[in-house]
């Protein structure tokens, strides 16, 4: 399996996954443009892709998926409740029905070479989900816009070879920092976003169950800073004697990250 994340932030989200026969994406959070370059730029043509996975209906993840998919007359997977906000959104217009394919979370099916799983997340969204891909007995998985860890995202992701989970927020830089209350309440709930130290611990749930790479993705730009969630799920990993066992990346906001083959 290969898995690059294209974009990752408030800003725009993008992870291109792969088993060599079938390619997805998971969101399409920025231009079609960008998204055919970041993935040239990773040695893959957009006309190799086969599908476009939506978590949830926040501007950042769905930008271009009505693009792609008539660009490329690809499907759009989606649960009921994200398509038909897309729908009623106008974003699905001229994409036929056959190509419109609404899936039930929990339950696994195919897409071409690939068994695909969604997982509920606890995020303020209609019916938010990660996924899980699985090829040749190798699962990788997203898990990003997560409030906490809850049951499914364990099931979801656990004995992935990688898994992008996500790193928002240092609590202290959120607290103390420019965002309205009501926002930091948001941000902080059980329906809002992943803190680092919270990262870290799943982090270590994770390698504990095998995952071989975390990539820390949808890191805030004014309540984190990229060093501080490496370091934070990094301590913690080597604290409790992981860190050999698993390593950890960073998803860059405005580019792609690394391309990694497990
Ligand atoms: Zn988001
Ligand atoms: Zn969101």
Do not use: Q, W
């Amino acid at each position: 399996m290969k898995l690059c994340t294209l974009v990752s932030g408030s800003s725009g989200n993008s992870t291109y996954i792969s088993d060599g026969t079938t390619s997805v994406l998971v969101d399409a959070g920025l231009t079609g443009k960008r998204i055919e370059e970041e993935l040239s730029s990773i040695g893959v043509s957009a006309k190799e892709l086969s599908a476009v996975f939506v978590t949830h209906e926040h501007n950042d993840h769905i930008t271009s998926v009505g693009v792609i998919a008539r660009r490329y007359g690809i499907p759009v997977y989606a649960n009921r409740g994200t398509m038909k906000y897309l729908d009623a959104a106008g974003m699905l217009n001229r994409i036929m029905p056959e190509n419109l394919i609404v899936f039930e979370n929990n339950k696994s099916f195919l897409c071409g070479t690939m068994t695909v799983k969604a997982f509920p997340i606890p995020h303020d969204a209609t019916d938010p989900v990660g996924y899980r891909f699985t090829s040749g007995g190798v699962s990788v998985a997203v898990s990003t816009d997560i409030g906490e860890i809850t049951d499914d995202i364990r099931e979801g992701t656990k004995g992935c070879a990688a898994v992008v989970l996500e790193a928002n927020h240092d609590i202290e830089m959120l607290k103390t920092g420019p965002y309205p209350y009501p926002l930091k309440k948001r941000i902080l709930g059980r329906y809002g976003h992943l803190s680092n130290v919270s990262s870290a611990d799943y982090a270590c749930e994770l390698a504990e169950e095998g995952t071989e790479t975390i990539i820390l993705g949808h890191l805030s730009k004014e309540n984190n800073l990229p060093e501080l969630a490496f370091e934070t799920v990094t301590k913690e990993l080597k604290k409790r004697g992981l860190l050999e066992k698993c390593s950890v990346m960073l998803a860059p906001r405005y580019s792609h990250g690394e391309l990694i083959v497990c």
